[in-house]
C-alpha cells in the first residue's frame, strides 16, 4: 500500500522512501531498481568524476521511466558536474556536506528539484534560506560520512522539521526497515533517506564481501573516525565530518585524538554486482540485522592497482 506524503506528491513517487547517493556505490543500476520500486532512486555523484557519471546516469535513464535523481559532494564537485548530471533530465539533485549555495540556482532553472542535506541546525537555516525544496536531516547513526558533532536521528528530525516548515524534510541515520520509516513519519518527516541498508544488495557497486559485513555485523561493531579517509588520502574536511566504519585495531582514537592509518593500506576494491523490486527492505542478499557500515575497508598490499578501479565488463 502506498503512503501518501508531501514528498511523494512533490516527486510524483509511490513511497516516501529515497536511496541515500552513496558515492561509489549507489550507481544506475541501483537507483533505477529503487525507482521502479516507487521510491526515489539517486545516484551517488560523490565528487564528480564525469566518466563515472556519464556511465551510471545513462544507466538509471535508460533503466527506468519514473522519478530519478543524483546527489553530490559539495565540497568536492564544481557547477560543471551538476551540469553534466542535469544533462540527463533528473527529477532531483542532492547537494550534501559543505555549502550548497553554488549549486542551487542552476538546479533550479533545470526544474529539478532542489534537495539539501544538513547535519546541524546551521546546515538547516542556511538551506531554508537557499530555498531548497527538500531538506534531509541527517543523525549521527547514519553510516558513511556524518557530522562529528551532530545529534541522533530521533531529537534531530524534529527540530529540523520545526525549522523548515513547511518544507519537507527527510530522516536519515540509522533506518533500515519498515518500523524506522514509520518512526521518520512519527516525527514530522515526510519519509526517510536509506543508505547502508540498499548497499547490502545485489544493485550496489560493492564487493560481496563489503555486502557480507554490512549483513553479518552489529550496530556495536562500528564506530566514527578519521581512519577511512586518511586510508585513501581524501580531502573531507574531517573537523566537521567523519565516517562510519566497522571498528579495527587501527581504527581507534588515540589518547590525543590522533588517528594513523599505514601508508600502504587501500580501500577493498569494489566490482559490480538486483533489489527485490517492489519490496523495498527484503533484498537478494539477505536481511540486515541493523544498520552498520556504509564502507568496509581493509589493508590492501603496496602494490594494489590505482583506486578507483576501473568498470568490469558483462
Known amino acids: 500500500m502506498a503512503l501518501t506524503t508531501e514528498l511523494t506528491k512533490l516527486l510524483g513517487v509511490r513511497h516516501p522512501i529515497v536511496l541515500a547517493p552513496m558515492g561509489g556505490a549507489a550507481g544506475g543500476a541501483l537507483a533505477a531498481a529503487v525507482s521502479r520500486a516507487g521510491g526515489l532512486g539517486l545516484v551517488g555523484g560523490a565528487y564528480g568524476d564525469r566518466e563515472w557519471l556519464a556511465r551510471e546516469l545513462a544507466i538509471v535513464a535508460k533503466g527506468t521511466d519514473q522519478p530519478w535523481g543524483a546527489g553530490f559532494l559539495t565540497w568536492a564537485v564544481d557547477v560543471g558536474a551538476v551540469e553534466r548530471a542535469l544533462e540527463f533530465q533528473p527529477a532531483a539533485v542532492m547537494l550534501s556536506f559543505g555549502d550548497p ?42 553510516g558513511g560520512h556524518g557530522a562529528r558533532r551532530g545529534r541522533s536521528t530521533l531529537p534531530f528530525v524534529p527540530l529540523v522539521v520545526d525549522l523548515a516548515a513547511p518544507v519537507p524534510v527527510l530522516a536519515a541515520g540509522g533506518i533500515a526497515d519498515g518500523r524506522g520509516v514509520a518512526a521518520a513519519l512519527a ?74 592509518w599505514p601508508a600502504t593500506c587501500r580501500p577493498a576494491r569494489p566490482t559490480r554486482t538486483t533489489c527485490h523490486e517492489g519490496r523495498f527492505l527484503q533484498c537478494r542478499s539477505g536481511r540486515a540485522r541493523q544498520s552498520t557500515s556504509s564502507r568496509i575497508y581493509r589493508p590492501q598490499p603496496a602494490s594494489s592497482p590505482p583506486w578507483p578501479p576501473k568498470p568490469r565488463t558483462h
Open 101 to 142: 549555495g553554488p549549486f542551487v540556482g542552476r538546479i533550479r532553472e533545470s526544474g529539478a528539484v532542489v534537495m539539501v542535506q544538513v547535519t546541524d541546525l546551521d546546515e538547516a537555516r542556511r538551506a531554508v534560506d537557499l530555498g531548497a525544496d527538500v531538506i534531509v536531516a541527517q543523525g549521527t547513526e547514519s
Open 187 to 260: 516525527l514530522g518527516a515526510a519519509g526517510a533517506l536509506i543508505g547502508t541498508r540498499f548497499q547490502a544488495t545485489t544493485e550496489a557497486l560493492v564487493d560481496p564481501s563489503v555486502s557480507k559485513a554490512i549483513i553479518e555485523g552489529r550496530g556495536q561493531d562500528t564506530e566514527r573516525n578519521s581512519v577511512l579517509d586518511i586510508a585513501r588520502g581524501a580531502r573531507w574536511p574531517t573537523e566537521k565530518y567523519t565516517a562510519r566504519t566497522l571498528a579495527t585495531p587501527t581504527s581507534t582514537d588515540g589518547a590525543a585524538g590522533k588517528q594513523s
